[in-house]
């Protein structure tokens, strides 16, 4: 299977520092796709993440999933079910607690 199988809209999920950023990234880069990070939508930015309301989070993530090619990376399982309905293709990291720790302190 390559990335190509996938189709135009991914989501990368994983345990907290397991890379699903970093991969949706690159992802992003190497099929010309847009990178949606959902921490991006559920913190307030520049304010040193302080989150949304719910209610404002919901509406972002759900504009962004109607979009037609996208890389989006985070868990967030209160909208995983409507993600995971417009998704063509998921990629599951899967890591080890002392990588995700080592990867949180750098």
Not at 44 to 51: A, F, L, S, V, Y
Not at 76 to 104: F, K, N
Request: aromatic share 4%; glycine share 8%; charged share 20%.
């Amino acid at each position: 299977m390559t990335l190509d199988d996938l189709g135009p809209r991914l989501c990368t999920l994983g345990p907290s520092n397991s890379g699903k950023s970093t991969l949706a990234a690159a992802i992003a880069r190497g099929r010309g796709l847009p990178a949606i990070h959902l921490d991006q939508l559920h913190h307030r930015p520049n304010t040193d993440w302080q989150p949304r309301p719910d209610d404002e989070f919901l509406a972002l993530h759900n504009l962004a999933i109607t979009g037609s090619r996208w890389v989006m990376d985070g868990n967030y399982s209160r909208c995983l079910s409507q993600r995971l309905g417009r998704a063509t293709g998921v990629i599951l990291l899967e890591a080890p607690t002392t990588t995700s720790l080592l990867r949180y302190l750098r």
